[in-house]
């Protein structure tokens, strides 16, 4: 069955420095998320995107945040400058249209030190 | 803005038993997901469900639009089934739906 990919499964990094986030999404699918969760709180939507475009973003995606998909196959998340309070496990997801099921990543845990 | 909520926040049961988890939401919705989230944190998608009833093995997935309310029931447990379940419901945006979640519900299936 095929899978959203994401890597590394777990980043410890400094206070201040970026991270990028990357994920496979599944190739014939045509709309991209992130979620993100912090310990012991909801799921939270952070910003889709579809042809090549933001198409939500959610107030916590301010502009330390930003996203790509600079092949075709990878869709990327990068935090320019990772406070204390962006740690989470950080969610890919993708749907193959606007309605459609989606297919989540194992998430990539964040740890912000 | 829909607001999703799930009950019972905690659930502990024997092995065996039948297991019902309850999800209501407040805005009207086209189709609505069930999620299981194992303990080392990955998500997956159960079941997407619009109106009725599904059937997966041993999990079952119903809802009433009416209503604004789904449940999931789970029968003849096993410890294997123990993990967070989550309800989550559909913001239709331009270009897109997001997702938003219920806070989930903990089962713990003892032998």
């Known amino acids: 069955e095929p899978e959203v990919t994401q890597t590394p499964s777990h980043q410890v990094t400094q206070m201040g420095q970026e991270v990028i986030l990357r994920c496979v999404p599944i190739?014939?699918?045509?709309?991209f998320y992130w979620y993100r969760q912090i310990l012991g709180q909801k799921v939270e939507f952070l910003v889709s995107?579809?042809?090549?475009?933001?198409?939500?973003k959610s107030e916590i995606f301010d502009d330390q945040f930003s996203v790509e998909r600079p092949d075709g196959s990878n869709f990327t998340l990068k935090i320019r400058s990772t406070k204390l309070e962006d740690s989470a496990m950080y969610f890919c997801?993708?749907?193959?249209?606007?309605?459609?099921?989606?297919?989540f990543g194992s998430g990539t845990r964040l740890t912000v030190v | 803005k829909n607001e999703v909520e799930q009950s019972p926040q905690n659930l502990t049961a024997q092995e065996g038993e039948f297991i019902t988890i309850n999800c209501s939401y407040s805005?009207?919705?086209?189709?609505l997901h069930w999620l299981q989230q194992h303990p080392g944190g990955g998500i997956v998608s159960l079941f997407m469900?619009?109106?009725g009833k599904k059937k997966h093995g041993r999990l079952i997935a119903t809802i009433n639009i009416q209503e604004k309310h789904s449940s999931l029931h789970i029968t003849a447990s096993h410890p294997r089934d123990s993990a967070v379940y989550i309800c989550?419901?559909?913001?239709?945006?331009?270009?897109?739906?997001?997702?938003?979640f219920g806070q989930g519900t903990r089962l713990t299936i003892n032998p």
């Open positions: 997801a993708s749907s193959p249209d606007r309605v459609g099921g989606y297919t």
């Open positions: 190739s014939n699918h045509l709309y």
């Open positions: 995107f579809y042809n090549n475009e933001i198409s939500e």
């Open positions: 805005v009207g919705i086209s189709a």
């Open positions: 469900l619009s109106s």
């Open positions: 989550a419901v559909p913001s239709l945006i331009q270009g897109a739906q997001k997702l938003v």
